[in-house]
């Protein structure tokens, strides 16, 4: 009998040793899920791909996603998302909601000081919704920050914020960094823009411009006990053999966004740096025809030949790395807005020939497309990739690859040529593609992509998935508005989605991938 | 000797006045439109575009914009950059030190280096050191810059652990430090000019060891190394002031990808990035700055070659 027992307990043992043996090698892996004692001291160096230095960090200025994670360390919010899209508190300890979704009630930290001195309080916050909002009217480039009504102060910790109109993605008009009035009335928006004032665990020590950005650690931060480093070193490279030698050789400890796929060859299997690779995707890459009246696109016919000639499953897989996948709509596959109802357009080359065809295109009178695409080596080899294609079922095709700022002179707010197809980035948020295809057809759409065509259904279709009251409720119409604009319209090809990669050092611990900004006061290195 | 001053000092002020004219035409010649590419995505604000194009004076003629950009040129207002937003004179008062930096440096490190190889090939003419020299020489001198760097990061920086991957660290704030960044960008920038100085002095100095005058020294017995210091050298050298002036404008040249390659701060990256970006402003400025260095060391080569050679200073005024 006691036999049996120590049996039963060494395998329990045996068990629960695996278990948590096995528990370990993930923790190994992930180096985000490492919860050990934290460790203070130590500079945190951090880099992307390409640049990051050039954008203003006063939060108030313009849409910038690259400059909000820089100015993360200084500057916070009233909540952050997370990659579900929830709100996760921060400067508003905790909120309520009203029953019809349009008025929000936030309970703010107490004893929170700017580093500038000034105190955070309901005041100062509804002060910087104010801008946000200010900034978006005259933009015109979202709609749910366009819908706050007001922001009343209720008493020096309580602030209510009504909505007039509900949108499915209303609380991203509440998802606004909280910068410094006192730093802003003193110094004006141009010094606020090189120096971020904010309440965040480290200060902003100095900047120089795409070269390096410094922040120390603040002394006084209201969280007790944080930030655990001593401060958060941005560094820009911009060449990316260097960035992955850096990142090998321990000057960078950290790379919060990967989207190549040499930095992915270079780093993947580098002893002592972890890979994490988000399961949503934050971005899409496409090729949209021109949409002007005279475009031989507008002929349904052409548009498909092109869809049907073109395997751009096949190109995006191959020039594509693990972070990378093949899209056939403005979600991908794991995303609550992927509609399956979809179909790829496969690939085939006889029936694209029947097509041009009939739209009038042979031998004798062949059609001749201009790629258009920004100089980023994925998307040049992507376009050499298509004009293969194109040249196989006979359409002429040549490849016009632009400097950004020549890019934006002739692609975002110029006008295209007939024959253009154009390669288009589209920002998203993990959690949600409406974001993204919100800010493309803004109210600033006309002058931003004047010669991009939406289908009338389509932009229905958006407008009204925007309008729900959940994001949940926004699934049906986005769907349908993807079958308008990939099956029946043909609008746009070969979506490529990109999936956050951040690649870190092992001894960098508490990294949470699944923040949609880093939370830098929650971070340590053991080494 | 003050008239060949003088007149060359004239003619550096021609070639910059048509430097400053050719530099601001970039503005006219490159595409887009200057005030579009500032304001960006503002541009859609017809208003704001009519008032930038004419704070930019864009709305005047050629010439009445070139005079005013060279007023304030000349009063160190540079403009704003078209990319950053900011003056384009802090920019360039942040930057110009680090690449003066490690242009100094590289620039002493090339003489240094380079004459001393150089002596000792000739010395060793045909012999083993000589061999070995002439490869280095030839290497420095055909293997391009970006992939010698790259080889350099990979031994040194990955491989052996002992010098960084990048950056630059001010003397001011660490100085152990800061020479460790500079070593690798010193001598990739140095290393073309090291082969040419390299080269130069061998063959120079092989040249005057032929000259009647140093037989008789020989025939005199006077000791080898005193001929070789105290008369062959002094002469040799004098081609070597020529290759020093050019290995100026290649030290400035070479930073723009060295910078890049080992992430310094300079000028290099500054206007690399200013390309790209079409910054017009930034591209404008370090034209007309990198220039008037190069005037300025070629005018300072000239002097040194009139004071050195007095036959260089009558044959021109005979001229």
Same mark, same amino acid.
């Given at each position: 009998m006691?036999? /049996?027992?120590?049996k039963?307990l060494?395998?329990?043992a045996?068990?629960?040793?695996?278990?948590?043996?096995?528990?370990?090698?993930?923790?190994?892996?992930?180096?985000?899920?490492?919860?050990g004692?934290?460790?203070?001291?130590?500079?945190l160096?951090?880099? /992307?791909?390409?640049?990051?230095?050039?954008?203003?960090?006063?939060?108030?200025?313009?849409?910038?996603?690259?400059?909000?994670?820089t100015?993360?360390?200084?500057?916070?919010k009233?909540?952050?998302?997370?990659?579900?899209g929830?709100?996760?508190?921060q400067?508003a300890?905790?909120?309520?909601?009203?029953e019809d979704?349009?008025?929000?009630?936030?309970?703010?930290?107490?004893?929170?000081?700017?580093?500038?001195g000034?105190?955070f309080?309901?005041e100062?916050?509804?002060?910087n919704?104010?801008?946000?909002?200010?900034?978006?009217?005259?933009?015109?480039?979202?709609?749910?920050?366009?819908?706050?009504?007001?922001?009343?102060?209720?008493?020096?910790?309580?602030?209510?914020?009504?909505?007039s109109?509900?949108?499915a993605?209303?609380?991203?008009?509440?998802?606004v960094?909280?910068?410094?009035?006192?730093?802003?009335?003193?110094?004006?928006v141009?010094?606020?823009s090189?120096?971020?004032?904010?309440t965040?665990?480290?200060?902003?020590?100095?900047?120089?411009l795409?070269?390096?950005?410094?922040?120390?650690k603040?002394?006084?931060?209201?969280?007790?006990?944080?930030?655990?480093?001593?401060?958060?070193?941005?560094?820009?490279?911009?060449?990316n053999s260097?960035?992955?030698?850096?990142?090998?050789?321990?000057?960078?400890?950290?790379?919060?966004?990967?989207p190549?796929t040499d930095?992915?060859?270079?780093l /993947?299997?580098?002893?002592?740096?972890?890979?994490l690779?988000?399961?949503?995707?934050?971005?899409?890459?496409e090729?949209?025809?021109?949409?002007?009246?005279?475009?031989?696109?507008r002929?349904?016919n052409?548009?498909?030949?092109?869809?049907?000639?073109?395997?751009?499953?096949?190109?995006?897989?191959s020039?594509?790395?693990?972070?990378?996948?093949?899209?056939?709509?403005?979600?991908?596959?794991?995303?609550?807005?992927?509609?399956?109802?979809?179909?790829?357009?496969?690939?085939?080359?006889e029936?694209?020939?029947?097509?041009?065809?009939?739209?009038?295109?042979?031998?004798?009178?062949?059609?001749?497309?201009?790629l258009i695409?920004e100089?980023?080596?994925?998307?040049?080899?992507?376009?050499?990739?298509?004009?293969?294609?194109?040249?196989?079922i006979g359409?002429?095709?040549?490849?016009?690859?632009?400097?950004?700022?020549?890019?934006?002179?002739?692609?975002i707010?110029?006008?295209?040529?007939?024959?253009?197809?154009?390669?288009?980035?589209?920002?998203?948020?993990?959690y949600?593609p409406?974001?993204?295809?919100?800010r493309?057809?803004?109210?600033?759409h006309?002058?931003?992509?004047?010669?991009?065509?939406?289908?009338?259904?389509?932009?229905?279709?958006?407008?009204e998935?925007?309008?729900?009251?959940?994001?949940?409720?926004?699934?049906?119409?986005?769907?349908?508005?993807?079958e308008?604009m990939?099956?029946d319209?043909?609008?746009?090809?070969?979506? /490529?989605?990109?999936?956050?990669?951040v690649?870190?050092r092992?001894?960098?611990?508490?990294?949470?991938?699944?923040?949609?900004?880093?939370?830098f006061g929650?971070l340590?290195?053991?080494? | 000797?003050?008239?060949?001053?003088?007149?060359?000092?004239?003619?550096?002020?021609?070639?910059?006045?048509?430097?400053t004219?050719?530099?601001?035409?970039?503005?006219?010649?490159?595409?887009?439109?200057?005030a579009v590419i500032?304001?960006?995505?503002d541009?859609?604000?017809e %208003?704001?575009?009519a008032?930038?194009?004419?704070e930019?004076?864009?709305?005047?003629?050629?010439?009445?914009q070139?005079?005013?950009?060279?007023?304030?040129?000349?009063?160190?207002?540079f403009?704003?950059?078209?990319?950053?937003?900011?003056?384009v004179?802090?920019?360039?008062?942040?930057?110009?030190?680090?690449t003066?930096?490690l242009?100094?440096?590289?620039?002493?490190?090339?003489?240094?280096?380079g004459?001393?190889l150089?002596?000792?090939?000739?010395?060793?003419r045909?012999?083993?050191?000589?061999?070995?020299?002439?490869?280095?020489?030839?290497?420095g001198?055909?293997a391009p810059?970006f992939?010698?760097?790259?080889?350099?990061?990979?031994?040194?920086?990955?491989h052996?652990?002992?010098?960084?991957?990048?950056g630059?660290?001010?003397?001011?704030?660490?100085l152990? %430090?800061?020479?460790?960044?500079?070593?690798?960008?010193?001598?990739?920038?140095?290393l073309?000019?090291?082969?040419?100085?390299t080269?130069?002095t061998?063959?120079?100095?092989?040249?005057?060891l032929?000259e009647?005058y140093?037989?008789?020294?020989?025939?005199?017995?006077?000791?080898?190394?005193?001929?070789?210091?105290?008369?062959?050298?002094?002469?040799?050298?004098?081609?070597?002031?020529t290759?020093?002036?050019?290995?100026?404008?290649?030290?400035?040249?070479?930073?723009?990808?060295?910078?890049?390659?080992?992430?310094?701060?300079?000028?290099?990256?500054?206007?690399?990035?200013?390309?790209?970006?079409?910054?017009?402003?930034?591209?404008q400025?370090?034209?007309?700055?990198?220039?008037?260095v190069?005037?300025?060391?070629?005018?300072?080569?000239?002097?040194?070659?009139?004071?050195?050679?007095?036959r260089?200073?009558?044959?021109?005024?005979?001229?």
């Open positions: 006691k036999k /049996r027992n120590w039963r060494l395998a329990s045996l068990t629960l040793a695996l278990t948590l043996g096995s528990l370990g090698a993930a923790v190994s892996v992930h180096a985000s899920e490492d919860n004692e934290p460790v203070y001291g130590g500079i160096n951090v880099s /992307r791909e390409g640049t990051m230095g050039e954008n203003d960090l006063y939060p108030h200025l313009k849409m910038n996603t690259q400059a909000y994670v100015m993360a360390p200084a500057i916070e009233l909540f952050y998302l997370n990659a579900q929830e709100m996760v508190p400067l300890t905790s909120w309520d909601v009203s979704g349009l008025t929000y009630t936030f309970h703010l930290a107490e004893g929170v000081k700017f580093h500038d000034s105190d309080n309901a100062v916050a509804k002060w919704l104010d801008q946000a909002k200010a900034v978006v009217d005259e933009l015109g480039t979202g709609t749910s920050n366009g819908a706050m009504e007001s922001a009343t102060v209720i008493d020096d910790h309580t602030l209510e914020v009504k909505f109109t509900m949108y993605t209303l609380f991203l008009a509440l998802d960094y909280m910068a410094s009035q006192k730093a802003y009335e003193e110094n004006g141009e010094w606020c090189k120096n971020p004032v904010g965040g665990p480290f200060v902003f020590d100095h900047w120089t795409d070269s390096e950005l410094v922040y120390t603040n002394e006084n931060y209201w969280v007790e006990g944080q930030p655990y480093l001593d401060g958060i070193t941005f560094k820009v490279i911009k060449e260097v960035l992955s030698a850096s990142m090998k050789s321990g000057e960078v400890d950290l790379i919060h966004y990967a190549s930095l992915m060859d270079a /993947r299997d580098e002893p002592g740096v972890t890979t690779i988000s399961e949503q995707s934050s971005g899409f890459t090729w949209i025809p021109c949409g002007l009246e005279t475009s031989p696109f002929d349904e052409v548009r498909k030949a092109i869809a049907y000639g073109v395997d751009f499953a096949a190109i995006v897989d020039i594509g790395a693990d972070n990378v996948v093949y899209s056939n709509q403005f979600a991908i596959d794991s995303n609550m807005f992927y509609n399956s109802n979809v179909v790829n357009y496969e690939y085939d080359p029936k694209a020939m029947e097509l041009l065809k009939e739209a009038g295109y042979d031998d004798s009178n062949p059609l001749s497309v201009e695409t100089n980023v080596p994925a998307h040049k080899l992507m376009s050499e990739a298509i004009q293969a294609y194109l040249l196989q359409v002429n095709c040549e490849i016009n690859v632009m400097e950004g700022a020549a890019y934006f002179d002739n692609v707010v110029g006008t295209w040529e007939d024959d253009w197809l154009v390669n288009m980035g589209t920002g998203s948020t993990a949600c409406l974001t993204g295809i919100n493309l057809m803004g109210a600033n006309a002058k931003m992509f004047p010669c991009v065509y939406f289908p009338d259904e389509w932009v229905e279709n958006v407008v998935s925007a309008a729900q009251l959940t994001l949940e409720e926004a699934v049906p119409c986005f769907q349908k508005a993807n308008v990939f099956n319209y043909c609008g746009m090809y070969g979506i /490529r989605c990109a999936l956050d990669t690649f870190i092992d001894y960098v611990r508490n990294y949470n991938m699944d923040n949609q900004i880093i939370q929650t340590w290195k053991t080494e | 000797m003050g008239k060949y001053i003088i007149k060359r000092v004239a003619q550096a002020f021609v070639v910059m006045f048509l430097v004219l050719i530099s601001y035409a970039l503005i006219q010649i490159m595409p887009g439109d200057a500032y304001l960006g995505s541009a859609a604000n %208003e704001l575009l008032r930038t194009r004419a930019m004076n864009l709305d005047k003629p050629f010439v009445v070139w005079v005013l950009w060279l007023a304030n040129f000349v009063r160190g207002d403009g704003k950059s078209f990319h950053f937003h900011v003056p004179r802090d920019l360039i008062m942040e930057r110009l030190d680090i003066f930096t242009g100094f440096f590289a620039l002493m490190l090339s003489v240094v280096v004459i001393i150089g002596i000792t090939a000739a010395t060793h045909n012999g083993l050191w000589d061999n070995l020299i002439n490869v280095f020489a030839n290497v001198i055909s810059s992939w010698i760097s790259l080889l350099c990061i990979y031994i040194f920086a990955l052996f652990r002992i010098l960084p991957v990048q630059y660290v001010p003397p001011k704030k660490d152990g %430090e800061a020479v460790r960044h500079m070593i690798l960008p010193c001598f990739i920038m140095a073309p000019s090291i082969a040419t100085m080269r130069q061998r063959a120079s100095i092989l040249d005057v032929n009647d140093v037989r008789t020294a020989r025939s005199k017995g006077l000791k080898k190394n005193v001929i070789l210091y105290k008369h062959v050298l002094k002469n040799a050298l004098i081609p070597v002031l290759v020093l002036g050019m290995s100026i404008a290649s030290l400035f040249g070479g930073s723009v990808m060295v910078e890049q390659i080992f992430n310094i701060p300079g000028m290099g990256q500054l206007v690399t990035n200013a390309v790209l970006n079409r910054d017009i402003p930034i591209i400025a370090f034209i007309v700055i990198i220039s008037l190069i005037i300025l060391s070629a005018l300072l080569v000239d002097i040194a070659y009139g004071i050195v050679d007095p260089i200073r009558i044959a021109k005024g005979e001229n």
